[in-house]
């Protein structure tokens, strides 16, 4: 399993029959193979999380499907508007949250279940190839120095309630919030997830280009019972080669 760290929340995660590109906007894009699918994946619509440009894709590469949140949904005459091909435009699947669907991809099944954001849009959860992928979006715990009660309450029991379905499910490679904004809560979320599920490769993401938010949280003591499963990610373009 080849990934590649993008740029921002964008991954990709080449597998022998496929590749998944996740949440794409901006950054520089590997060669895909174009004998393996491509399956480009979208949790919402937010600017740093989906781009046209990803359209583009299917004019470049002979198999191309989309699999994207239905808050960026769109109507044909949108999609003509906005210059998206109609290769493209066809091989759009929207998925809401809390779905489970049995798809294929490069002659492969495909399971794929999605999550409610806490933000916007779902988070991915895959199995391919007997591998299992976990892309959050933007689901983490938002928790941010002077809210109000009601809003950390709140906050609090959505993400803890998506986080309960995710109990005990192992991973083998997740893509998970560390956002450094969110000032020493920073780590809530993904701690809780670490804690939660158990994924054999922990990839940070949505760090706004800030790489030292990921030696912050491997040198915290918060993270010792999971600190050996961290990726150090430390710049775009950054390749992994996992099992």
């Known amino acids: 399993m080849k990934i590649t760290y993008i740029h921002h929340s964008s991954f990709s995660v080449e597998l022998e029959r496929a590749v998944f590109l996740f949440d794409y906007y901006e950054g520089t894009l590997p060669e895909f193979p174009e004998d393996k699918e491509l399956v480009v994946l979208a949790s919402h619509k ?112 959505r993400f803890k309630e998506q986080m309960a379905k995710m109990a005990g499910r192992v991973f083998n490679a997740a893509f998970v919030p560390l956002d450094p904004r969110q000032e020493e809560r920073y780590f809530w979320g993904f701690d809780y997830f670490m804690r939660t599920a158990r994924a054999e490769a922990a990839f940070p993401m949505h760090f706004w280009g800030d790489h030292t938010v990921i030696s912050r949280l491997l040198d915290s003591v918060v993270s010792e019972p999971y600190r050996d499963r961290i990726m150090r990610i430390e710049r775009e373009g950054q390749v992994f080669e996992l099992p």
């Open 46 to 157: 937010h600017h740093d999380h989906f781009d046209f440009r990803i359209f583009s894709l299917a004019e470049r590469y002979p198999k191309v499907t989309y699999l994207l949140s239905k808050d960026i949904k769109m109507s044909p005459a949108y999609m003509s508007r906005r210059g998206v091909p109609e290769k493209a435009a066809a091989a759009i699947t929207y998925i809401g949250k809390g779905v489970s669907l049995d798809l294929a991809a490069g002659g492969e099944p495909l399971h794929v279940e999605t999550l409610a954001s806490t933000d916007e849009g779902v988070a991915f959860l895959l199995e391919y190839e007997g591998k299992r992928l976990y892309h959050a979006g933007d689901l983490n715990w938002w928790t941010w120095i002077g809210e109000t009660e009601a809003e950390y309450r709140d906050m609090e029991s």
